[in-house]
């Protein structure tokens, strides 16, 4: 039974996500307005990590848009890497999301995550979809952090995050960010 709803809520995240997914998950390495072919500078990775799971057996979620700027507003370059659901509920894995460059110069750069509108939990009793449409993932990085380790991981708390609300849960993100 545990299968077959992971499976159904698997597909149910796929099929949501798929609705004109492609052009909402486009991989912005090609120069556009946002990103000028002359962008420069050193290169981070931003990653996303599931921890404090309260007992859910699946917690998946699916990127839309991944947004790096400057605190002046400016937006920089990203390579977005996720294209598939990622199950927070794995303590050991740290998903890619993506690349992004940050200019000489830039001291701290804003960070901005949004996930497709719904995705899909499983626990012992049962399971149903998780509403992410309220709020993306936001905070502020310092490129000194940045630059010990080469990337910015997102831990994600599942027990702080996620509430209840009928058969559904609702993503109120709580988190930390790791360097």
């Keep these: ?28 390495s090609e120069p556009g307005p946002e990103q000028p072919a002359e962008a420069q500078g050193q ?22 848009r991944v947004s790096i700027t400057t605190v002046d507003g400016q937006a920089l370059p990203v390579r977005l890497k996720s294209r598939f659901p990622m199950d927070l509920t794995h303590p050991e894995q740290a998903y890619l999301l993506g690349f ?35 709020a993306p993932l936001r905070f502020e990085a310092p490129v000194t952090y940045l630059i010990q380790r080469g990337h910015a991981v997102v831990h994600l708390d599942l ?10 849960r609702l993503l109120l993100p709580s988190l930390d960010v790791r360097y």
């Design 43 to 64: 290169q981070y990775a931003l990653r996303l990590k599931g921890v404090n799971n309260p007992g859910y057996a699946s917690a998946l979620v699916q990127v839309r």
């Design 1 to 28: 039974m545990k299968k077959l709803m992971l499976s159904v809520v698997g597909a149910a995240v796929l099929v949501l996500a798929g609705c004109g997914g492609e052009s909402r998950m486009r991989d912005v």
């Design 100 to 134: 992004f460059q940050v200019p000489e110069g830039v001291d701290r750069v804003h960070v901005e995550v949004e996930f497709d509108d719904f995705g899909g939990y499983e626990e012992a009793a049962g399971g149903g979809v998780i509403d992410t449409r309220v």
């Design 159 to 168: 027990e702080q995050s996620l509430h209840e609300l009928d058969e559904a």
